[in-house]
């Protein structure tokens, strides 16, 4: 079971994020938008979870939705020193296959 932290982490709302993935068609309706919004904090959780082990993006919508996030700096930065003690980076696939196309790293 996750602690108290981690499921704040999942339950963080951010309405500039869904209006992005709206206004740049990755989505048609904001149920849609919240539903890859809560992939997106699922995969972060994940990856928080994973310590060292590099987990990769298995989906290129939640990637387009972790993109939307990365946009808003200020508020992606705080998401991270919030919730996990440090900035998410994304760190893209130089090669990516097919599935993939990124992962989170600690730092």
């Known amino acids: 079971m996750l602690d108290a932290h981690l ?21 048609e309706t904001r149920a849609q938008a919240e539903e890859l919004f809560t992939e997106v904090k699922k995969y972060l959780v994940l990856c928080e979870l994973s310590h060292d082990m590099v ?28 919730f996990f003690g ?3 980076s994304h760190t893209p696939l130089s090669t990516p296959t097919p599935g993939t196309t990124g992962s989170a790293r600690r730092r």
Do not use: C, K, N
């Not at 709302?13 to 989505?27: Q, T």
């Open 7 to 27: 499921r704040e982490a999942l339950a963080f709302e951010a309405p500039y994020v869904l209006d992005r993935l709206l206004s740049d068609r990755v989505v």
């Open 55 to 82: 987990i990769g993006m298995y989906s290129e919508m939640v990637d387009a939705a972790w993109h939307a996030f990365i946009l808003f700096t200020d508020q992606y930065a705080d998401y991270g020193r919030r």
């Open 86 to 88: 440090r900035y998410p």
